[in-house]
Protein backbone atom coordinates (compact mmCIF):
# COMPACT_ATOMS: atom_id res chain seq x y z
CA UNK A 1 0.00 0.00 0.00
CA UNK A 2 1.83 3.25 -0.89
CA UNK A 3 1.97 5.52 1.66
CA UNK A 4 1.64 9.40 0.95
CA UNK A 5 4.45 11.85 1.87
CA UNK A 6 5.55 15.45 1.20
CA UNK A 7 8.11 16.61 -1.21
CA UNK A 8 9.85 18.36 1.74
CA UNK A 9 10.00 14.90 3.48
CA UNK A 10 10.92 13.73 0.15
CA UNK A 11 13.70 16.50 -0.71
CA UNK A 12 15.51 15.54 3.29
CA UNK A 13 15.07 11.55 2.96
CA UNK A 14 15.30 10.86 -0.80
CA UNK A 15 18.46 8.15 -0.52
CA UNK A 16 16.07 6.82 2.92
CA UNK A 17 12.92 6.44 0.28
CA UNK A 18 14.73 5.07 -2.52
CA UNK A 19 16.23 2.34 -0.51
CA UNK A 20 13.05 1.37 0.77
CA UNK A 21 11.66 1.31 -2.73
CA UNK A 22 14.61 -0.55 -3.87
CA UNK A 23 15.02 -3.01 -1.12
CA UNK A 24 11.56 -3.58 0.73
CA UNK A 25 9.74 -2.47 -2.57
CA UNK A 26 7.91 0.13 -0.67
CA UNK A 27 5.96 2.98 -2.56
CA UNK A 28 5.19 6.82 -1.88
CA UNK A 29 2.94 8.79 -3.66
CA UNK A 30 4.19 12.32 -3.30
CA UNK A 31 2.07 15.61 -2.32
CA UNK A 32 2.60 19.22 -2.65
CA UNK A 33 -0.22 21.30 -1.22
CA UNK A 34 -2.05 17.62 -0.67
CA UNK A 35 -2.37 17.20 -4.14
CA UNK A 36 -1.15 14.05 -5.02
CA UNK A 37 2.11 14.78 -7.21
CA UNK A 38 4.10 11.52 -8.41
CA UNK A 39 4.60 8.37 -7.38
CA UNK A 40 8.09 6.53 -6.60
CA UNK A 41 7.87 2.89 -7.04
CA UNK A 42 10.28 -0.08 -8.35
CA UNK A 43 11.12 -0.41 -11.25
CA UNK A 44 9.09 -3.69 -11.55
CA UNK A 45 5.99 -2.73 -10.37
CA UNK A 46 5.90 0.34 -13.29
CA UNK A 47 6.67 -2.43 -15.70
CA UNK A 48 3.86 -4.49 -14.22
CA UNK A 49 1.81 -1.26 -15.56
CA UNK A 50 2.98 -0.57 -18.69
CA UNK A 51 2.46 -4.72 -19.92
CA UNK A 52 -1.12 -4.18 -18.21
CA UNK A 53 -1.83 -1.65 -20.25
CA UNK A 54 -0.24 -3.03 -23.46
CA UNK A 55 -2.80 -5.77 -22.80
CA UNK A 56 -5.52 -3.82 -22.03
CA UNK A 57 -4.90 -2.23 -25.52
CA UNK A 58 -4.41 -4.89 -27.55
CA UNK A 59 -7.25 -6.85 -26.15
CA UNK A 60 -9.16 -3.93 -27.00
CA UNK A 61 -8.03 -3.56 -30.46
CA UNK A 62 -8.90 -7.15 -31.35
CA UNK A 63 -12.76 -6.50 -30.17
CA UNK A 64 -12.24 -3.91 -32.38
CA UNK A 65 -10.67 -5.88 -35.21
CA UNK A 66 -13.49 -4.88 -37.85
CA UNK A 67 -13.57 -1.45 -37.58
CA UNK A 68 -10.71 0.22 -38.70
CA UNK A 69 -9.35 2.45 -36.43
CA UNK A 70 -6.85 5.61 -37.59
CA UNK A 71 -3.11 6.62 -36.27
CA UNK A 72 -5.50 8.85 -33.82
CA UNK A 73 -7.68 6.75 -32.52
CA UNK A 74 -5.31 4.01 -31.93
CA UNK A 75 -3.25 6.72 -29.94
CA UNK A 76 -6.11 7.56 -28.07
CA UNK A 77 -6.60 3.86 -27.07
CA UNK A 78 -3.54 3.30 -26.21
CA UNK A 79 -3.74 6.49 -23.60
CA UNK A 80 -6.53 4.99 -22.16
CA UNK A 81 -5.86 2.03 -21.49
CA UNK A 82 -2.48 3.26 -19.72
CA UNK A 83 -5.00 5.60 -17.86
CA UNK A 84 -6.95 2.62 -16.90
CA UNK A 85 -4.04 0.96 -15.51
CA UNK A 86 -3.04 3.81 -13.39
CA UNK A 87 -6.46 3.57 -11.95
CA UNK A 88 -6.48 -0.11 -11.29
CA UNK A 89 -3.19 0.70 -8.97
CA UNK A 90 -4.27 3.15 -6.98
CA UNK A 91 -7.79 1.62 -5.94
CA UNK A 92 -6.06 0.44 -2.88
CA UNK A 93 -6.05 3.48 -0.07
CA UNK A 94 -3.54 5.15 1.04
CA UNK A 95 -2.19 5.78 4.64
CA UNK A 96 -0.20 8.31 5.55
CA UNK A 97 3.25 8.70 6.58
CA UNK A 98 3.76 9.57 10.02
Not at 1 to 18: C, K, N
Not at 60 to 83: M, S, Y
Amino acid sequence: MPEIISTAHVRQRIGDLLNRVALRHDEFIIERKGQPLAALVPVERLEQMRSFARRHALDFLEAQKDTPLTQDEATDIALEAQHVARQQTAKKPLRQLK
